[in-house]
């Protein structure tokens, strides 16, 4: 009778570990660190935000370039050297066997660097091919006459269906890249109202952050881990319904509510859209204590959802995008529930029609909408219905688990 107990019970068991144990975030650092021939690579990893960009992935190949290849390059800045290096990192895990099976036509792969929005067409990718007489495998531009291509010299790591590492005999070079232009490329020191202005549909927020002088604050951050700023457009600012009294805040509660568009730390498009810790603090968190004026950022219908627990934005477009700071435009005023939701505005979720174009609108996800796992809204739900509705949902809880466990026994006892 122990045979069939032991098998019985095997596939319950694996499946336990399948739904319940966690997947690990990506240390590509820790993963170098046994070749000393790629330390120089680890270390330009480490020394900019891409180790960190490499965290949040789940699946890649990374093209390392050994020591004596780099060796002899020129030292580009750090926001040029962080671009380059996204561009060894290939969004898709491809085996060695992948490889060999890759057509004499190529195969167009997508890098880390495409999701910036700083690549030109798709020249943030890179054509894989092979040659069928030698094997050799060929990474190069799409750019047709781009003089950077290498060539794969061997499989360094594989960590089956989601990370794979090769060595590459050159250090690749995006289309229109100029390595040494960027040594003397002068510090950002970005004019925030400026690229809000010459941005063309930012011209109310461009206002008010010069009024309150919050704007300074957002420049002297630009330095150490970067800003990430959510703008809402004007047509944002307009579909504010009068019961929000936003522009009659006092300064102080005014400038909490902008502080709240704006993350401590540059997150690109890409990192975004994939972000691990999806409720974010906010420079107003660090002004009113943790825990308070945080955003929940996910993604949602291929676009970049944020939910302030009574408002859900979208963003539309990136309006600038250069380490250290990344400016997007979003669809709605994020109204914080600390300040909004003692007096709830009705804010809609369409608007009459009027033969406009409408701004994009994201309704959250099951996961991430209020009320299941962050903070309610209190927009729409009447007295006591949220407690009746837990309250039936501990009752079901407990009844489909007990009925799971009684058919887990007898399916054992079988």
Do not use: W
């Amino acid at each position: 009778m122990a045979t069939p107990h032991i098998s019985h019970f095997t596939p319950i068991t694996l499946s336990y570990f399948l739904l319940f144990t966690p997947i690990l975030s990506l240390n590509i650092t820790t993963l170098l660190s046994p070749y000393p021939d790629l330390s120089d690579f680890a270390s330009l990893l480490s020394s900019t935000s891409v180790a960190a960009d490499l965290s949040r992935r789940s699946s890649l190949t990374l093209l390392a370039v050994p020591n004596p290849f780099l060796r002899t390059l020129p030292s580009p800045s750090p926001t040029s050297l962080a671009d380059v290096l996204r561009y060894h990192v290939l969004l898709q895990y491809l085996s060695a066997p992948d490889l060999s099976s890759i057509p004499p036509s190529g195969k167009l792969v997508t890098t880390l660097f495409q999701t910036t929005g700083r690549a030109t067409s798709n020249f943030g990718s890179v054509n894989i091919t092979r040659d069928p007489s030698t094997q050799s495998v060929f990474i190069r531009s799409p750019a047709i006459y781009s003089p950077s291509n290498a060539t794969i010299i061997s499989l360094v790591k594989n960590l089956p269906y989601n990370v794979s590492i090769f060595s590459v005999n050159a250090l690749l070079i995006p289309y229109g890249f100029d390595l040494m232009a960027s040594e003397t490329r002068p510090p950002l020191g970005l004019n925030i109202t400026k690229a809000l202005t010459d941005g063309h549909n930012f011209n109310v927020a461009a206002s008010m952050l010069a009024a309150s002088g919050v704007v300074q604050e957002f420049e002297a951050d630009e330095g150490g881990a970067g800003i990430t700023l959510f703008v809402p457009t004007d047509e944002a600012f307009a579909d504010l319904p009068p019961t929000a009294r936003f522009q009659s805040l006092p300064a102080d509660k005014k400038a909490t509510v902008l502080r709240f568009h704006v993350l401590h730390s540059y997150y690109p498009l890409g990192s975004l859209e994939s972000i691990v810790n999806p409720v974010q603090p906010t420079l107003a968190t660090e002004d009113m204590g943790a825990g308070s004026f945080t955003l929940n950022i996910s993604r949602v219908n291929r676009s970049v959802a944020i939910d302030t627990g009574i408002v859900q934005a979208s963003v539309t477009q990136t309006v600038f995008d250069q380490n250290p700071v990344a400016i997007f435009g979003v669809s709605r005023v994020l109204l914080p529930r600390e300040i909004f939701v003692r007096d709830p505005i009705p804010i809609s979720t369409s608007k009459p029609t009027t033969g406009g174009a409408q701004p994009p609108d994201v309704s959250p996800s099951p996961v991430n909408s209020p009320g299941a796992f962050g903070p309610s809204s209190h927009l729409s739900s009447p007295p006591g219905f949220r407690e009746e509705m837990k309250s039936q949902g501990l009752k079901m809880g407990v009844q489909s688990s007990d009925l799971a466990l009684f058919c887990i026994g007898l399916y054992l006892l079988v």
